[in-house]
Nanobody, 117 residues
């Protein structure tokens, strides 16, 4: 079972990136999914989550109005559209899945996002 994240890279402040995470080896259609991030020297922090149906999403205050989480249960993916990026968004971004967002059992390997000022 593997969650594979992609889409990271280097972008200037104010730019956009779209991260994608695909589940390999099993389906996560009935699982909540989430994105977390970890900046250098800091603890991992919650970014956004989405319920299994996609009906509800939750965002950290730091990304509200800028980031949007979405999912495609046919493709077994969860995406994070990131707009108006700031240097403080620089981090390794991880996708995760679990029965509920408060209990995430499966984690991807992370993808690095670097925002230059």
């Amino acid at each position: 079972v593997q969650l594979q994240a992609s889409g990271g890279g280097l972008v200037q402040a104010g730019g956009s990136l779209r991260l994608s995470c695909v589940a390999l080896g099993r389906t996560f259609r009935n699982y909540a999914k989430a994105w977390f991030r970890q900046a250098p020297g800091k603890e991992r922090e919650f970014v956004a989550s989405i319920t299994w149906s996609g009906a509800s999403t939750y965002n950290a205050d730091s990304v509200k109005g800028r980031f949007t989480i979405s999912r495609d249960n046919v493709k077994n993916t969860v995406d994070l559209q990131m707009n108006s990026l700031k240097p403080e968004d620089t981090a390794v971004y991880y996708c995760a899945a679990g029965a509920v967002a408060s209990s995430l059992n499966f984690w991807g390997q992370g993808t690095l996002v670097t925002v230059s000022s």
